[in-house]
């Protein structure tokens, strides 16, 4: 495998059970030190794809490397290593409701680490600092906002300088300076500690700005994926659908149901 | 021949045993992890600390009180029915008795499932639900080594002590109405409680029960939290499920310790 993908996904399927294919051969690489997004529309099985990435399930057919191991054959040991040098931003944050917002950031720098306290103090600054909160350290989670404590899951997420950080609908449910700083913060904290980022979303506007690469999935199967600009230029009438946010076309509008006519009794 | 409703009612039946049969293998297996996690807690015992006082110190008022009321209703009612037989004297032996063979365990586990139980199952249920488990996983961190063991054992610990605590509350109770109130003669009431309550016999056997409700009360509460869908009805369900199965398995429990314990007496 070329050393210079993280991730690579190869000929991937997934099914909760056989009869409903979550996902259908996907293929995917994702070099290191980019930005890459999944998007699709919800139930498309993006975030399955990235549950898939950290090893949460094993894929039905196909294979999941990352860092050059295959995730899925990871015994339970493996995969915690591995994970060590991942972060997840969960997509409403997922802060430890008991902890302070220091002690949520320190939570696994303790607990993989012997670092005295002084020195986890600073860490926790310095990663407070990066997202503007280092003010808020003393709050308690249910003291934040929504988008203060997605900047805090975010600390949190980098505290250990993470290979891989991975994104699960960042910008869901953000007003637009929040929405802002997060989108801003996926980017600088990617180049900073020299990460690669995966996002997962369908708010199109934001990722296109940030991301280097797309993937788009939709029911499950690899459609599309291209730059940002080959998708905005695109004329496959699901991606265009989707990038501008069209109300009607391969995605109808309409649940699938019987004729409106026979429905009102008219026929 | 059969009709369908018939068919799909034995389906569902079918449907229901095995259901019943895979939670029960799932919360056996959960059981034997949180045990196998247990090192994680007796490593970091601030982890199990933190909790007894959670579960623990959290829970003494209700039983303090609880074992109080009850012990002066004993008094109450023993010296009633003692008085008939003219032996009001043996009040004490009533009292003590019934609290540490019985009441104390049995009731004091029934508040600790309601007051402690409850609770976990709503936290733990709710931090499923709101992907903390999840995020903990996700930093390489076990829940169940983390978040469960530690309640487990904190469980296990405070309830006997909380029964002990239930027990001698109540035996001051009896105390109050009995000698304070109604005048039983105060050194027959203690000498006699004395001579018949038996280390071995009462009070060993009452804190052998308290213990098994502990590892019971707590091990349903802790899988019910774990295993709540991630909804609102989900830890909802899971919570009301917690107080009535745990209050199911201390009376069934109890029958088959008491029979064990006692049959040759």
Same mark, same amino acid.
């Given at each position: 495998m070329a050393a210079d993908n993280l991730v690579e996904i190869s000929g991937v399927s997934y099914a909760y059970d056989k009869r409903h294919p979550v996902l259908t051969g996907i293929d995917m690489v994702i070099p290191r030190g980019q930005v890459v997004a999944i998007m699709?529309?919800?139930?498309?099985g993006k975030t399955t794809l990235l549950r898939l990435i950290a090893g949460w399930f094993k894929p039905t057919r196909g294979s999941v490397r990352v860092n050059g191991q295959l995730i899925h054959e990871l015994d339970h040991e493996g995969l915690y290593r591995m994970r060590r040098r991942m972060g997840m931003l969960f997509q409403f944050g997922a802060l430890f409701t008991d902890l302070s917002v220091f002690d949520n950031v320190a939570f696994q720098i303790r607990e993989h680490t012997d670092l005295p306290e002084a020195m986890i103090r600073d860490i926790v600054m310095m990663k407070l600092q990066a997202v503007g909160l280092r003010g808020a350290h003393a709050l308690m989670p249910s003291e934040l906002s929504g988008g203060m404590a997605r900047r805090v899951a975010l600390a949190r997420a980098t505290a250990l300088d993470p290979m891989l950080i991975m994104y699960d609908e960042p910008f869901t449910g953000l007003d637009p300076i929040s929405l802002g700083v997060i989108r801003n913060l996926v980017k600088k904290l990617n180049d900073a500690l020299g990460s690669t980022s995966i996002v997962v979303t369908h708010d199109v506007q934001e990722a296109l700005d940030i991301v280097d690469y797309v993937y788009y999935l939709s029911e499950g199967v690899m459609v599309a994926h291209g730059t940002p600009e080959q998708m905005r230029a695109s004329k496959d009438p699901l991606v265009h659908q989707f990038v501008w946010g069209?109300?009607?076309? $391969?995605?109808?509008?309409?649940? $699938?149901?019987?004729?409106f006519s026979e429905e009102l009794g008219l026929v | 021949m059969f009709n369908r409703g018939a068919i799909i009612n034995v389906r569902n039946v079918g449907h229901r045993a095995i259901d019943s049969v895979l939670r029960l293998g799932y919360a056996a297996r959960f059981f034997a992890l949180t045990l196998a996690h247990s090192g994680t807690s007796f490593r970091r015992p601030r982890l199990i600390v933190r909790e007894l006082y959670f579960t623990g110190v959290l829970s003494m008022i209700i039983i303090l009180v609880s074992g109080l009321f009850v012990g002066m209703v004993l008094g109450f009612q023993g010296y009633q029915t003692l008085k008939t037989y003219g032996s009001e004297s043996a009040l004490g032996i009533l009292v003590a008795l019934s609290l540490v063979r019985e009441l104390g365990p049995v009731v004091s586990a029934l508040l600790f499932a309601s007051r402690a139980g409850s609770a976990m199952t709503a936290e733990i249920g709710l931090m499923k639900a709101t992907e903390q488990l999840s995020a903990m996983e996700m930093m390489a961190v076990d829940p169940i080594a983390r978040v469960v063991a530690p309640r487990f054992w904190a469980g296990v610990i405070s309830m006997p002590l909380l029964a002990a605590m239930f027990s001698a509350m109540g035996v001051y109770g009896g105390y109050l109405i009995g000698v304070v109130v109604i005048g039983v003669d105060e050194g027959s009431f203690w000498a006699q409680m004395q001579s018949a309550v038996d280390f071995r016999e009462d009070i060993v056997n009452g804190v052998i029960k308290s213990i098994v409700f502990g590892i019971a009360v707590t091990w349903i509460a802790l899988f019910e939290g774990y295993d709540a869908p991630p909804t609102a009805e989900g830890v909802s369900g899971a919570t009301t499920r917690t107080v009535v199965t745990s209050s199911l398995a201390i009376l069934g429990l109890d029958f088959i310790l008491t029979a064990l314990m006692f049959r040759g007496i």
């Open positions: 699709g529309i919800s139930g498309s069209e109300a009607d076309g $391969p995605v109808a509008f309409q649940y $699938p149901s019987r004729n | -």
